[in-house]
Every structure is written in C-alpha cells, then in structure tokens.
C-alpha cells in the first residue's frame, strides 16, 4: 500500500492551497484518512481526520479554515486550506488506517509528506 501526496507550494499568507493524497495497492477499506503536519523543530501534530462514517475531526488551530474531504471509490482524501497563516508552514503528511483483507487487521500508512510554506 502506498500513499502519495501531492499540492504543496509556496502561498501568501490569506491564500489558499489543496492538498491531495491517493492510496493503492492492495486495499480492503480505509477506516480513516487524515492529514498531520510537521514544522520545523517540532513534533508532528494531526490538523485533520475523515473517518468512514462520516466523522470529521480537527485541531483547533486550523477549525473554520481547513476542511478535509474524501473520495472514497478513488480512496483520496483532500485537504483544502484557506486562510493559510505563517504558522501553517509544515511538510503535511497523509495518513491512512488501511484495512487489506476482509478478515485482517488494520495497519497504518503513512505519505511521503507535502511542504507547505506561507510566506509574503
């Protein structure tokens, strides 16, 4: 199973971008599908999650300006951002809890990371 990440670039503060991210290979289901980030010196931290139900899930540094989304015949996940500040500069990662067969267990997966910067 393999995660691939793309749309990271260079944005003005207030701008936006989307980020993609498709999983393949041998996939049963996917329970969740997120995004996390990491900036410079610090720990990777969760901006979003999208589970199969419905249930979306977001840190409070990133709510009424991210929304994730999920296409989930093309087993793709997106990430929108609007109202991008300084302080979202990080590589974003995609993450997946990948299910490979009907009766097995659940493993997770991780993209190759995205960067994202925001500056004027």
């Known amino acids: 199973v393999q995660l691939q990440a793309s749309g990271g670039g260079l944005v003005q503060p207030g701008g936006s971008l989307r980020l993609s991210c498709a999983a393949s290979?041998?996939?049963?289901?996917?329970?969740?599908m997120g995004w996390y980030r990491q900036a410079p010196g610090k720990q990777r931290e969760l901006v979003a999650t999208?589970?199969?139900?419905?249930?979306?899930n977001y840190a409070d540094s990133v709510k009424g300006r991210f929304t994730i989304s999920r296409d989930n015949a093309k087993n793709t996940v997106y990430l929108q951002m609007n109202s991008l500040k300084p302080e979202d500069t990080a590589v974003y990662y995609c993450h997946g809890k990948v299910r490979t067969d009907v009766a097995g267990p659940q493993y997770n997966y991780w993209g190759q990371g995205t960067l994202v910067t925001v500056s004027s």
């Open positions: 290979g041998s996939i049963f289901s996917i329970n969740v």
């Open positions: 999208s589970a199969n139900d419905g249930n979306t």
